[in-house]
């Protein structure tokens, strides 16, 4: 377990990671340290940090990698009776050493007979006990330690008896030049102000052969890391909601990570239960005053100004402040500038669950009542936000409805729209059944709301429920306007708002111009777009501009501007599209309609993405993801933003930037089709560097398109194919994409567009076919297949329009693959890559034409072609491409242009870090040069050390330097 608190029966057990993470520094400090050991430094080391933080774990991922070589012993303090036992951490030690002893040790008289089971030492004059003691051990140590070196860990100092602390010290301050390397466990929360262990560890540590080794919490990607190796679910935003739940304690991680498990395997049962009982036993340790106070400040969700805890709590200053400094000091509340928080949420949540409902309700009712009266005593955001929810949870709707009102108007007012539409859901409950006046008016007002919430599936449900309170016949217009709202929710979940469109432009006539006909045609107009109907878009955004000239709106004139600058960007206008889309922005910023402004320097970076022009689009994704940011707009718009910011670079081959962003985006858990899109983007990335575990895990989601609505399923169906395709490609069975290829060409002849997904999809295709056909060169049966599937494929390449530079190079590369042998194709499509600087199908021309070359017996050519193939698949760090270069480079007997073999193993990532490391880098600007974490480095330097069977840079360095890496 990566905690201190072993699983009791009956608690949650399951979810305990197999991997230790966050932790590569730590250990890599271990390993210096017994390197220190073997070279006649002995060294102690102090690792310490709350419970559950991994220091057991640490030690013994430690131990275990040390080997026969070393002589390991464990003592632990016993956290009852440790007061009324002496020596307790130390009995299993001299038991331990007196076994490994090779002769006799302990004489008849010696001291060292207490520690062993059934001996009674004579009687020594008074006061040479102790000191008889200390020095027999150390003599013991030192008689073990000649033989091999020692390992000796003291687990659990913090209970550890006066005599033991004693005896540890005395053995820190005395190891001389033994090879001895001792170790001893603290946990911080368990020592209160005094506490011994508390003065002993801070001497122990100004000696310069002492080191102390604070645990800190794992950061959100380290939990990723740790939460995908105990299930093998790679899941950005689980990753994100269990890191502000644990803290990035691992052991709550576990805990989270089993009790999901629990929930999910259908067990049923209070799964919370098992881990509030651990967290509270904690709590239950603690002395009654400071256990009041705990239970008083659960009532605030965040941190509680100091003032108002005073007012709760009702305790006299000085017992306050002595309850304050013991939870502080135990790490249980953390004291910030005007206050104090709980330094875990889910102890907080677990001491909140613990109160007795009518307790709960008469704080929170005081807590609301000293709020009324002192507005200044709340500490989150806006004082109406905690007064509404004081009032809420006192139970007293008709001041918590007045309250919740207050507080949305508040939020809007600071364009924090998740929490007016929290505060707007909490009146609509808490609405009379009888005022459907009132009713509709908070669902219209909440359904607005959850657009720029980033709230579709909430909005859906808010407009359905209005809708179920108009008459189409009495109020058409009201109507088609919530049908227009809801198809554009439904839309952004699935695609499936089409129907919705049709009914809405039904109620309205077309002859009188009104705002909800021109929103509908808008809308109408971005379904055809993203069905690459660019011809209709174009009509519908226009007929959309006309109702807004004729209404002299200019909100709706800037909507009509934008989605008509969208539809001429996918018919290939791309300078036509920005100039377009630049004006409905300026109209946009003028009259104030923020959702417009995003949307249309969104629609900007789609164009220029389309047009091919990358880095264009890398600016003005930027750009736009600061604006939304601006104007509280990022959790609508910026997935899809990120869609085309990852797309750009991924293009210019940056893939640790693409990676870094798609992962921040799906960490703030998006909307399902933004979801899918990123993840599709990373699966692509994984594969190309030949992570297959990891690009099975993002494509799982693909597997279930057949429950999705059609127009979703159409829409991700070409990402679903190219990846089906690219995974049997590298897996190296090409037969297994099979079954996705007749699908395709079964259903793509009816559902073909012209935009890039399709076409991406398409060259998938022609490739796995080619790889069927080369796996398998004398199947008559295969060949048959193959070419049948051709030219089906050919007719649909046929069938589709180039209308950008972009898709005009994907044509290009198309023609080659469906003609192959033909040199002068393969130049083409390369040439076309090499001008829009797309680095991954560049790579691919570039081998494919190389292969082409040879079979034209241009070896020449084919050398030429697969260095510069092999200069940019080193770049992008693709295994994949690597992999085929290699290949064919072999098969052809051509110069290798590989470079020298790897004989520890290392992976791609982990020759990355090898070879930034050997230039001088610390763990911070390896980070930085590669785009990941400092934590990740860590990881990858232990493993590395690991490998290579170093414990020092330089021995990492000398490795580089014989291998030739640099």
């Known amino acids: 377990m990566s905690g201190d608190v072993e699983p009791a029966p009956g608690r949650v057990v399951r979810g305990i990671s197999p991997l230790l993470v966050g932790r590569g520094a730590e250990l890599a400090a271990l390993g ?79 001291v060292l007979r207490s520690l062993l089971p059934g001996d009674h030492p004579a009687p020594g004059p008074v006061g040479t006990g102790r000191f008889r003691l200390l020095r027999e051990l150390l003599a013991l140590i030192e008689k073990v330690s000649w033989v091999r070196p020692l390992l000796l860990v003291v687990e659990d100092l913090h209970w550890a008896d006066p005599a033991s602390c004693e005896l540890f010290a005395y053995l820190a301050r005395n190891l001389d030049h033994l090879r001895v390397l001792l170790i001893g466990t603290i946990r911080t929360g368990e020592l209160g102000p005094g506490h011994p262990v508390r003065q002993l560890a801070s001497e122990l540590s100004r000696l310069p052969e002492v080191t102390a080794l604070p645990l800190e919490p794992l950061s959100v990607a380290q939990v990723g890391e740790q939460l995908t190796a105990i299930d093998g679910r790679y899941d950005p935003a689980r990753a994100t909601a269990t890191h502000r739940r644990s803290g990035g304690n691992p052991l709550f991680v576990e805990a989270l990570a089993a009790a999901e498990s629990t929930k999910t395997g259908g067990h049923g049962g209070d799964t919370g239960y098992p881990l509030r009982a651990l967290l509270l036993e904690r709590v239950a340790r603690l002395p009654k005053p400071a256990q009041h106070v705990l239970a008083v400040a659960s009532v605030a969700s965040g941190a509680i100004r100091h003032e108002l805890l005073a007012l709760l709590a009702e305790l006299a200053d000085e017992e306050l402040d002595g309850a304050l400094q013991e939870l502080v000091e135990r790490e249980q509340l953390v004291a910030t500038e005007s206050g104090y928080r709980y330094r875990h949420e889910m102890i907080r949540e677990a001491v909140y669950r613990n109160l007795l409902p009518g307790r709960r309700r008469r704080l929170h009712a005081k807590a609301a009542a000293v709020l009324a009266e002192q507005p200044g005593l709340a500490t989150q955001g806006h004082p109406a936000t905690e007064l509404a929810e004081h009032w809420h949870l006192a139970g007293q709707p008709d001041r918590a409805f007045s309250a919740a009102l207050i507080a949305a108007d508040k939020a809007h007012s600071r364009l924090a729209h998740e929490e007016e539409l929290r505060f707007l859901e909490r009146a609509l409950d808490l609405t009379h059944p009888d005022d459907a006046g009132g009713r509709l008016a908070l669902l219209r007002r909440a359904a607005t709301v959850a657009g720029p919430a980033g709230a579709a599936e909430r909005g859906l449900r808010h407009c359905t429920n209005a809708l179920a309170l108009l008459d189409a016949g009495h109020d058409p217009i009201g109507v088609a306007r919530l049908l227009a709202e809801r198809a554009r929710f439904k839309n952004r979940l699935d695609l499936s708002g089409r129907d919705d469109l049709e009914r809405a432009l039904g109620l309205l006539r077309p002859d009188e111009p009104s705002y909800p006909l021109g929103l509908v045609y808008t809308e109408l107009a971005m379904d055809d777009e993203v069905r690459s109907r660019f011809a209709a878009a174009t009509e519908h955004a226009t007929r959309a501009l006309r109702v807004a000239e004729a209404l002299d709106d200019e909100g709706l004139r800037c909507r009509a501007l934008a989605v008509l600058g969208v539809a001429e960007g996918g018919a290939g206008a791309t300078d036509a599209a920005v100039a377009r889309l630049a004006e409905a922005q300026r109209i946009a910023s003028a009259v104030g309609d923020s959702a417009t402004l995003v949307g249309s320097m969104q629609w900007k970076a789609y164009a220029l993405l389309l047009g091919g022009r990358f880095e264009e689009v890398i600016v003005a994704a930027k750009d736009a993801l600061r604006m939304a940011e601006s104007v509280g707009l990022y959790r609508r718009a910026g997935p899809m933003l990120t869609v085309n910011l990852a797309g750009a670079l991924l293009a210019l081959g940056r893939w640790d930037e693409a990676l870094q962003s798609a992962e921040r985006a799906l960490s703030d858990d998006p909307e399902a089709l933004g979801a899918m899109v990123l993840r599709g983007m990373l699966a692509y990335i994984h594969l190309g560097r030949g992570d297959i575990d990891l690009a099975g895990q993002l494509m799982t989601g693909f597997a279930r398109l057949h429950d999705a609505p059609a127009t979703m399923r159409n829409y991700l169906f070409w990402v679903a194919v190219e990846l089906q395709c690219d995974l049997a490609i590298v897996r190296c069975r090409p037969e297994e994409a099979d079954e996705p290829v007749d699908r395709f060409l079964k259903h793509t002849r009816d559902q073909l567009g012209h935009g890039e997904p399709e076409l991406r999809a398409l060259l998938a295709v022609a490739r796995v076919l080619r790889a069927r056909l080369g796996a398998a060169p004398r199947n008559q049966a295969v060949a048959a297949r193959v070419a049948a599937a051709r030219a089906d494929l050919a007719d649909l390449v046929a069938n589709s329009r180039v209308t950008t530079p972009l898709l005009g190079a994907y044509r290009l590369a198309l023609d080659a693959e469906l003609r192959p042998g033909r040199l002068a194709d393969w130049d083409r499509a390369t040439a076309a890559w090499r001008d829009l600087r797309h680095v991954p199908e560049l790579t691919r021309c570039l081998i494919r034409s190389a292969e082409v070359a040879l079979a034209n017996s241009n070896r020449a050519g084919a050398q030429s072609r697969l260095r510069e193939a092999h200069d940019l698949a080193t770049g992008l760090r693709s295994a994949a491409l690597l992999g085929q270069i290699s290949a064919l480079s072999q098969r052809a007997r051509l110069e290798p242009v590989t470079p020298p073999a790897n004989p520890a193993g290392l992976t791609n990532r982990e020759l990355d870090v090898l070879r930034v490391l050997a230039r001088g880098r610390s763990n911070r600007q390896i980070a930085a040069e590669l785009f990941i974490s400092p934590g990740t480095v860590s990881v990858h330097v232990s493993r590395v050390f690991t490998k290579l069977g170093v414990s020092t840079r330089s021995e990492a360095i000398a490795y580089v330097g014989d291998q030739g890496l640099l």
């Not at 026969?68 to 016993?78: M, R």
């Open 32 to 110: 210096s340290a017994g390197q220190g050991v073997l070279d006649g430094r002995p060294t102690t080391v102090l690792v310490s940090g709350e419970a559950g933080i991994g220091k057991s774990r640490l030690v013994s991922e430690f131990a275990a990698s040390l080997g026969p070589q070393w002589s390991t012993v464990t003592g632990g303090c016993l956290e009852l009776g440790a007061q009324q036992f002496a020596y307790t951490p130390f009995l299993q030690v001299v038991r331990r050493l007196v076994g490994w002893a090779d002769s006799p040790v302990i004489g008849p008289g010696s």
